[in-house]
């Protein structure tokens, strides 16, 4: 019998079709067994490389220049089997197909009849495919036929009259398609590399969990209100550790101890129910790397993956991709940080290397930090995944927060019910209070800057990029530092450290900052002003304040002010805020934020866009046009996290003289992108338009630009416009 081959090194090894095959299916098999489709794995992972049987791919494996896709064959097979009417199979079918004809170049629209042969969309490609007539028969005799596959189980059938039951379906092929993608890139890289590539998973949980217990030992015998209540709050997350899988919160003061109580809880339940991992969700990335040390001092460094864009994934000791690195590729590691965008947007991406991590979320413990930060306008969006994740998936989700958004009828619509571990918390927030809030109404700019300067020491948080730099324009000086995103994620890092170095030697600080610095970033000042904004962001900036409670609370003040500025953006919250604040007396209570986000929440049915579902996502699934019946590529390019598209300028310094130049010769990699983003600014395209009219820019290369006049980064603030001063501000 003739061989076939799938893949052939550059020394001429080759690896038969049949055993990359037979190793994809079981590796496929294997990642979907956690979410209860092993055998629908299996069949996609058999058949993904059927067109490869063909006369044409055998003479591309040995030189042959013939163009041709191989990914249709299989997806065909399915296809015209899903056309079979009274076929049991045929919706599981169906997503076979998709899999299939996406595992190189990602998970298709469905597309329509008037779709022609050159479009992008699975009706073209299945098009292409019977117009081709390239032989792939031989398939039979090393494959056999398709399996017969079971009908899918009620929950996720799709019915014509019910959009809403559309989601589990379009969701149930993306994490077959993650199982699929994943499995083909492990089984052909072992090959590639001989077995040279060594993956490390970690250790086990029973190893991590003893870690965890010694580590915590160290605060076992405090005395004292707080220690007390910290114990309590401990004590509950063990406690419901044990109870079943579903939505939790925990809603705890600032102070509270949440990043340890919720990983005890999150280790427990995992022990109870037998999971694979933790997943620990972080809305920015100024404060991940902070997150990331805490895990890997407790657990070990190669226990835990921190995921976000400026990850430094350093080669190893023989120059070769680290661990950290290939782990990051499908989150193969006990423990995973990551941000609200890289978690987010991997659960709606079409893309193989966004999609190839999803079935490691399956079976997972999976914490939204500072759960408030959930983005408005995708809100609806993401409470959908969560709560998928949740009933179909194996998942548990723990809502994290001081400031609790109010989410149960949210989540009713999703038939989710979240219960909370601490519910005589609400008792604790006295205990924990160490601020008091005081509103001073507007204020001039020149009298906040006499305040601050009078204050010695403080925190002063603005609502724009451009009303930090007009603050600190005025009292630059010995002491006084900027915060925002003009500039780059290596120097805000560095002043970040030099502020703290400051404050714990009790030397003048001084900082204006943006809301940056209020999602957990550790600082402590005895005094803070933020102007008005969302309630969340004004208790979040009260948390920087006395964070210690080394000093009494009333003493202790966060001033709520305004400015003369035109805000369009921050009407709406700036207005529910001061509905809440003439409401209730304690502005950061339980009662007085819930109330907040149940009119942050309210939707009007006379507006003409849902504005927790802005980009219409959920919408767009399940619509009665056929083309959109699987829109996977719509929804990946509609889903977009960062509310705007945004482009990198690359500021040039002593050490980046390889990055500016891949950029300037177009010669960009994955490792080179990731290096990139530590030290460029992202800018709205407008922006980025009007530094390359005052042609100040390299020529723009995958939209990075290198800043070739270091003139307009200003060594404080960041990248400037220079003819009026102002940051590129949003």
């Given at each position: 019998?003739?061989?076939y081959?799938?893949?052939k090194?550059?020394d001429?090894?080759?690896q038969?079709?049949?055993?990359?095959?037979e190793?994809t299916?079981?590796r496929?098999a294997?990642?979907?067994?956690?979410?209860?489709?092993?055998?629908?794995?299996?069949a996609?992972?058999?058949f993904?490389d059927?067109?490869?049987?063909?006369?044409?791919?055998q003479?591309?494996l040995?030189?042959?220049?013939?163009?041709?896709?191989h990914?249709s064959?299989?997806?065909?097979?399915?296809?015209?089997r899903?056309?079979?009417?009274?076929?049991p199979?045929?919706?599981?079918?169906?997503?076979?197909a998709?899999i299939?004809?996406?595992h190189?170049?990602?998970?298709?629209?469905t597309?329509?009849?008037?779709?022609?042969?050159?479009d992008?969309?699975f009706?073209?490609?299945?098009?292409?495919?019977?117009?081709?007539?390239?032989?792939f028969e031989?398939y039979k005799d090393?494959l056999?036929?398709?399996?017969?596959?079971?009908?899918?189980p009620?929950d996720?059938?799709?019915?014509?009259?019910?959009?809403?039951?559309?989601f589990?379906?379009q969701?149930?092929?993306?994490?077959?398609?993650?199982?699929?993608v994943?499995?083909?890139?492990?089984?052909?890289?072992?090959?590639?590399?001989?077995?040279k590539?060594?993956?490390d998973?970690?250790?086990?949980?029973d190893?991590?969990?003893e870690?965890f217990?010694r580590h915590?030992?160290k605060f076992?015998?405090?005395?004292g209100?707080?220690?007390e209540?910290?114990?309590r709050?401990?004590?509950?997350?063990?406690?419901?550790?044990?109870?079943?899988?579903?939505?939790?919160?925990l809603?705890?003061?600032t102070?509270?101890?949440?990043?340890?109580?919720?990983m005890?809880?999150a280790?427990g339940?995992?022990?109870?129910?037998?999971?694979?991992?933790i997943?620990y969700?972080?809305?920015?990335?100024?404060?991940?790397k902070?997150?990331?040390?805490?895990f890997?001092?407790?657990?070990?460094a190669?226990?835990?993956?921190?995921?976000?864009?400026?990850?430094?994934?350093?080669p190893d000791?023989?120059?070769?991709?680290?661990?950290a690195?290939l782990a990051s590729e499908?989150?193969?590691?006990?423990?995973?940080?990551t941000t609200?965008?890289?978690?987010f947007?991997?659960?709606f991406a079409n893309?193989?290397?966004?999609c190839?991590?999803?079935?490691?979320i399956?079976?997972?413990?999976i914490?939204f930090?500072?759960?408030?930060?959930?983005?408005?306008?995708l809100?609806r969006?993401?409470?959908r995944?969560i709560s998928e994740?949740?009933k179909?998936?194996?998942?548990?989700a723990?809502l994290?927060t001081?400031?609790q958004?109010?989410?149960?009828?949210?989540l009713?619509?999703?038939?989710?019910?979240a219960?909370?571990i601490c519910p005589?918390v609400g008792e604790?927030?006295?205990?924990?209070?160490?601020v008091?809030?005081e509103?001073i109404?507007?204020?001039?700019d020149d009298?906040?800057?006499?305040?601050?300067?009078?204050s010695?020491?403080?925190?002063c948080v603005?609502n724009?990029k451009?009303?930090?730099?007009a603050?600190?324009?005025?009292?630059?000086g010995e002491?006084?530092f900027h915060l925002?995103?003009?500039?780059?994620?290596?120097?805000?890092?560095?002043?970040i450290?030099?502020i703290?170095?400051?404050?714990?030697?009790?030397?003048?600080?001084?900082v204006?900052?943006?809301?940056?610095i209020?999602?957990?970033?550790?600082?402590?000042f005895p005094?803070?002003f933020?102007?008005?904004?969302?309630?969340?962001s004004?208790i979040?900036a009260g948390g920087?304040c006395?964070r210690?409670?080394k000093?009494?609370?009333?003493?202790s003040?966060?001033?709520i002010?305004s400015?003369?500025?035109d805000?369009?953006?921050?009407e709406e919250?700036k207005s529910?805020?001061?509905?809440v604040?003439e409401?209730?007396?304690?502005?950061?209570s339980?009662?007085?934020?819930?109330d907040?986000?149940?009119?942050?929440?309210?939707?009007?049915?006379y507006?003409?866009k849902?504005k927790?579902?802005?980009?219409?996502?959920?919408?767009?699934?399940?619509?009665?046009d056929?083309k959109?019946i699987?829109?996977?590529r719509e929804?990946s390019?509609?889903?977009?996290y960062?509310e705007k598209?945004?482009?990198l300028?690359l500021?040039?310094?002593?050490k980046?003289g390889?990055l500016?130049?891949?950029?300037r010769?177009?010669?960009?990699?994955?490792?080179?992108l990731?290096?990139?983003t530590?030290?460029?600014?992202?800018?709205?395209?407008?922006?980025?338009d009007e530094?390359?009219?005052?042609?100040v820019l390299?020529?723009?290369c995958?939209?990075?630009?290198?800043l070739?006049d270091?003139s307009?980064y200003?060594k404080?603030?960041?990248l400037v416009?220079?003819?009026?001063?102002?940051?590129?501000f949003g």
């Amino acid at each position: 019998m003739k061989e076939y081959f799938a893949h052939k090194t550059e020394d001429g090894r080759k690896q038969t079709l049949l055993d990359h095959s037979e190793g994809t299916a079981e590796r496929a098999a294997k990642f979907a067994e956690s979410f209860g489709f092993a055998e629908e794995a299996r069949a996609g992972g058999k058949f993904h490389d059927a067109g490869k049987y063909s006369p044409i791919f055998q003479r591309r494996l040995d030189g042959g220049k013939e163009s041709y896709e191989h990914s249709s064959a299989g997806m065909y097979l399915f296809a015209k089997r899903m056309s079979v009417k009274g076929s049991p199979s045929r919706q599981i079918d169906m997503l076979e197909a998709y899999i299939i004809a996406g595992h190189h170049s990602g998970l298709p629209d469905t597309g329509s009849s008037a779709d022609t042969e050159d479009d992008p969309t699975f009706r073209a490609k299945l098009r292409r495919r019977e117009n081709s007539g390239v032989d792939f028969e031989a398939y039979k005799d090393e494959l056999g036929e398709l399996p017969a596959l079971r009908a899918l189980p009620a929950d996720f059938v799709p019915r014509g009259n019910d959009p809403d039951s559309f989601f589990p379906f379009q969701f149930l092929g993306r994490m077959l398609f993650s199982s699929l993608v994943d499995a083909d890139f492990l089984d052909t890289e072992e090959f590639m590399s001989d077995g040279k590539v060594v993956r490390d998973g970690g250790g086990s949980f029973d190893v991590l969990s003893e870690k965890f217990e010694r580590h915590m030992e160290k605060f076992s015998g405090k005395t004292g209100k707080l220690c007390e209540n910290r114990g309590r709050i401990l004590k509950d997350c063990k406690r419901a550790a044990n109870l079943e899988k579903g939505v939790w919160r925990l809603t705890v003061p600032t102070g509270g101890g949440k990043t340890l109580s919720s990983m005890a809880f999150a280790l427990g339940h995992l022990k109870k129910h037998g999971m694979k991992r933790i997943i620990y969700v972080i809305p920015y990335i100024s404060i991940i790397k902070q997150t990331v040390a805490i895990f890997e001092d407790i657990f070990g460094a190669e226990n835990v993956l921190g995921h976000y864009s400026t990850a430094d994934f350093r080669p190893d000791e023989n120059g070769e991709r680290s661990a950290a690195e290939l782990a990051s590729e499908n989150w193969d590691k006990p423990i995973i940080v990551t941000t609200n965008v890289q978690f987010f947007e991997s659960l709606f991406a079409n893309r193989t290397s966004s999609c190839r991590k999803l079935h490691n979320i399956a079976d997972s413990v999976i914490i939204f930090d500072e759960a408030q930060m959930l983005r408005v306008g995708l809100l609806r969006p993401c409470l959908r995944a969560i709560s998928e994740l949740v009933k179909n998936y194996r998942c548990t989700a723990l809502l994290c927060t001081a400031t609790q958004p109010a989410l149960e009828k949210l989540l009713a619509d999703n038939s989710i019910t979240a219960r909370e571990i601490c519910p005589e918390v609400g008792e604790m927030y006295s205990d924990f209070a160490r601020v008091r809030y005081e509103r001073i109404g507007k204020i001039s700019d020149d009298e906040l800057c006499e305040r601050l300067l009078e204050s010695g020491s403080a925190l002063c948080v603005l609502n724009t990029k451009k009303g930090v730099r007009a603050i600190y324009d005025r009292i630059r000086g010995e002491g006084v530092f900027h915060l925002s995103t003009n500039m780059t994620p290596e120097h805000l890092g560095r002043c970040i450290e030099t502020i703290r170095e400051r404050l714990n030697e009790h030397k003048r600080c001084i900082v204006i900052s943006t809301s940056l610095i209020e999602a957990g970033v550790d600082v402590d000042f005895p005094v803070v002003f933020r102007e008005n904004a969302g309630l969340d962001s004004i208790i979040q900036a009260g948390g920087r304040c006395n964070r210690e409670g080394k000093n009494p609370a009333d003493e202790s003040v966060v001033y709520i002010f305004s400015r003369d500025e035109d805000q369009p953006k921050f009407e709406e919250v700036k207005s529910i805020t001061n509905r809440v604040c003439e409401l209730f007396d304690n502005i950061s209570s339980p009662e007085a934020i819930h109330d907040y986000f149940e009119r942050l929440y309210k939707t009007s049915p006379y507006e003409k866009k849902d504005k927790l579902d802005e980009n219409n996502i959920l919408g767009l699934i399940g619509q009665k046009d056929v083309k959109m019946i699987l829109p996977y590529r719509e929804i990946s390019d509609r889903f977009r996290y960062i509310e705007k598209e945004q482009k990198l300028v690359l500021i040039p310094d002593d050490k980046n003289g390889e990055l500016c130049g891949a950029v300037r010769s177009g010669k960009l990699s994955r490792k080179i992108l990731r290096e990139i983003t530590k030290c460029s600014v992202a800018v709205y395209p407008y922006q980025f338009d009007e530094l390359r009219k005052c042609g100040v820019l390299s020529d723009e290369c995958g939209g990075i630009a290198v800043l070739e006049d270091k003139s307009w980064y200003d060594k404080d603030c960041g990248l400037v416009i220079k003819e009026t001063g102002e940051g590129i501000f949003g």
